[in-house]
């Protein structure tokens, strides 16, 4: 019955997706444009523009509200002007300011929050495909704001790339300058056109906009309603490019809990990049060090399952919708924080780009070192992606691990010797962005696997201004294994239908209303119902951009194995019980504009065979602009039943965010979690001396919360430079 069901689904995208094939190249293009001609003329990059050229560049202006209504000219009006040279496009913008007050933004600090910060982006769909692109922007403190783009949008903030940017700010307008270096961007050459949009943000006017108009039930990063950028003469392929980033560091750790003393290591290695075209790269790494990496933030786990946390390396984030975005949310086949976080990377390389205008490749190959208790390995992945119909494709994938070599033969790995997964995948995006969806088959190999070692799953969402409909489907065998991957469960079918609806009211203080209704249903091989989350919900957004949220959910678990409700070491529930619990919840967001915002959650209810009450909290406080104090709480107190154990959960993270200028910038997070009986503080400096050339201070410390005993340290400089 389920794979039945799932080829039905399967079959409705497959023909929602040739419903959608068109030969028109995006709704907006033909619409909005605007011209681009090459000038010799120096350009200073100052935000002052009294340079001649922009006094006869072409000029995108009358930009059309976006949200709280997609009708109608912007409020606050925007120019953008754009010009080239032989290396570099050059863009110049004026912000007016039809409100008068300071222009809210958080900090200097790079890649800001888009909803809190006033801000100007400029979305370049440089394939021609309305999937990919990238993503530039700055908010009126002149802090930057870069990302790739992937999925039709969506933007990837943890990619960066040299480029360079100036704000000066007036009473009646803000103005910028950017540059941006072809050779930091990937496209084909020989294109006549690019499609672009640009978009802007005035939290004072409560307005968004965008110059090719964009429905305001997507983001203005979407790629489907782009306008234009059009060349007076095509751009052409350019000749290998090289770029090395060396690094060095010192770090010092002392395990003080084993009784261990200090222990120093120096360091060094670096990766490379090879521009082999302009939409081919080759990314290198040896030796590569994550010790500037932002901390992981805590969460309390009352799941059965692992939690997830994001990758943020650098050598993983280009081109990476390629390997992160096979499979879906909870089942996925590749995980690149699977490698190298418990055993060290030794050397690596990606081949990432476009071939021609129809093909994705990515090539990625890893190898790890052995420690004590883990073996050596290899890990690589092939992806091969084609553009079917407009803006949909398809794509093909490998991953494989491989057990190399041991340290020490009494190592206690049980692990197989290889795992392999396998798989296809059909990715659905109609023209005009309203239907989604996405369809695959996974198979995974590994000595001794039988039974049903494979995974399917379909899905599709409709979305207009009003209605937002979604059905998800997915089948994981009890022997699906993908090591390398993020598997939350196996033995499993799920289908989880959802929708939505928004009222768009003449007012003056609310901007739209409406509810919510999902269910999320798991059935076990033999379709005996497991767990089922259905939820009711009705939401409110003011145009002052406060929320309130009212949620009424009710839930029914039946467990197949023990299970400890606090997470925490008490009496575990015994296997083959079920539970069923109501609960009731309420979020309101406050006015995010203001200097102090704050969010409350506040839930009751039941929580498998006892009660629980929770209060989540995150408050915010920035002084513009050099930084912002954040405080996230969280308190669950569950109520049990004898003889299990009660448990007061508390996870208390301070924040302080404190940025010197736009390339200095001391972070300083602390997080106590009693569920693990742990107080950690990360302390981190760092100097952004050239572009994306930076000198990291970082010091980790984690304690026992009661005596402030200290059971780990750790000390790290790393200077690193980015040589083109």
């Known amino acids: 019955m389920p794979k039945k069901t799932l080829l039905s689904l399967l079959s409705a995208i497959i023909l929602f997706g040739t419903v959608s094939a068109s030969d028109s190249k995006g709704i907006n293009r033909d619409k909005y444009r605007i011209y ?29 509200r ?14 953008v002007r754009v010009t080239y040279t032989e290396t570099t496009l050059y863009m110049g913008i004026i912000c007016y300011d039809p409100i008068d007050g300071k222009r809210p933004v958080e900090s200097l600090r790079r890649d800001f929050n888009f909803g809190k910060n006033d801000n100007f982006l400029v979305f370049i769909d440089t394939y021609n495909d309305q999937t990919n692109g990238f993503s530039f922007g700055v908010s009126p403190a002149g802090a930057q704001w870069d990302g790739q783009q992937a999925n039709g949008g969506t933007v990837n903030l943890n990619w960066d790339i040299k480029w360079h940017s100036a704000v000066k700010n007036y009473d009646d307008r803000w103005v910028a300058e950017f540059a941006i270096p072809f050779r930091s961007m990937r496209y084909n050459g020989g294109e006549k056109e690019w499609g672009i949009n640009f978009s802007r943000q005035d939290l004072k006017a409560s307005e968004k906009s965008s110059w090719a108009p964009m429905p305001r039930q997507f983001a203005t990063a979407t790629l489907a309603f782009t306008g234009s950028l059009v060349w007076d003469t095509p751009l052409p392929d350019a000749g290998l490019r090289f770029s090395l980033i060396p690094y060095t560091s ?34 290198l790494t040896v030796n590569p060090d994550y010790s500037q990496v932002e901390v992981d933030r805590q969460r309390t786990n009352l799941d059965r399952f ?76 092939g ?32 692990g197989s010797d290889f795992n392999r997964v396998a798989g ?40 207009t201004q009003y209605v937002n409909a979604t059905l998800n489907q997915a089948w994981v065998g009890a022997d699906y294994a993908a090591e390398v991957g993020y598997i939350r469960r196996r033995g499993y079918y799920e289908v989880s239908p959802g929708l939505s609806y928004r009222f768009f009211p003449k007012s003056s203080k609310i901007a739209n209303h409406g509810p919510i209704f999902k269910t999320m249903m798991l059935f076990d091989p033999s379709m005996k119902l497991t767990d089922r989350e259905s939820e009711i919900s009705y939401q409110v957004e003011w145009l002052n951009k406060s929320t309130f949220k009212m ?47 704050y969010m409350l959650m506040g839930l009751r209810g039941g929580y498998y065979n006892g009660e629980r009450y929770t209060l989540n909290s995150e408050i915010y406080y920035r002084v513009q602009p050099y930084g912002s104090l954040a405080i996230v709480t969280s308190y669950n107190n569950l109520i049990m039943p004898e003889p299990y154990k009660d448990a007061e959960l ?44 930076d000198l990291y201070i970082v010091y980790t410390e984690n304690s026992y919360p009661g005596n402030y005993t200290i059971k780990n340290r750790g000390l790290v400089f790393k200077i690193s430079y980015w040589f083109n």
Do not use: C
């Open 36 to 64: 681009i001609n090459k000038t010799t003329e120096t350009i200073k990059v100052d935000g002052v523009m009294d340079e001649a050229v922009w006094a006869s560049a072409d000029v995108a202006k009358d930009f059309i």
């Open 66 to 79: 976006v949200l709280p209504i997609d009708t109608g000219l912007a409020y606050a009006k925007t120019e």
């Open 250 to 283: 010192v770090k010092t750790t002392q395990n003080k809990e084993a009784g261990e003393s200090f222990k120093t290591k120096l360091n060094a290695g670096g990766d490379a990049k090879m521009i082999l075209s302009t939409s081919m790269n080759l990314d």
């Open 306 to 381: 692992e939690l997830f946390f994001p990758e943020k390396r650098q050598f993983f984030l280009e081109n990476s919708d390629l390997f992160a975005n096979l499979g879906t949310e909870n089942l996925r086949p590749f995980f690149s924080r699977r490698v190298g976080l418990t055993s060290p990377i030794q050397a690596g390389a990606r081949l990432s780009g476009n071939i021609g205008n129809d093909w994705r490749l990515g090539l990625m190959d890893l190898q790890t070192g052995a420690n004590d208790e883990l073996p050596a390995g290899n890990y690589a992945v």
């Open 383 to 414: 992806v091969l992606q084609r553009k079917v119909f407009q803006r949909s494709n398809v794509s093909a994938f490998m991953v494989n691990k491989e057990v190399m070599f041991f340290n020490n033969e009494d190592t206690a790995y049980t």
């Open 424 to 463: 296809a995948e059909f990715n659905l995006a109609s023209a005009d962005n309203r239907w989604t969806g996405k369809t695959f088959f996974h198979q995974s190999f590994y000595p001794g696997a039988n039974g049903d070692a494979s995974a399917a799953a379909a899905n599709i969402t409709y979305a």
């Open 551 to 597: 949620d009424w959910e009710n839930g029914y678990v039946f467990l197949t194995d023990p299970f400890d409700p606090t997470n925490n070491g008490g009496l575990p529930l015994p296997a083959g019980t079920d539970y069923s619990y109501n609960e009731v919840s309420a979020t309101f967001t406050s006015d995010i504009r203001k200097p102090f915002n």
């Open 650 to 693: 508390i996870l208390i993270g301070p924040r302080l965010d404190f940025t010197f200028t736009q390339n200095l910038f001391f972070t300083s997070l602390v997080q106590y979690n009693n569920q693990i009986d742990n107080l950690n503080l990360n302390l981190r400096f760092q100097w952004r001396f050239a572009p994306v050339s």
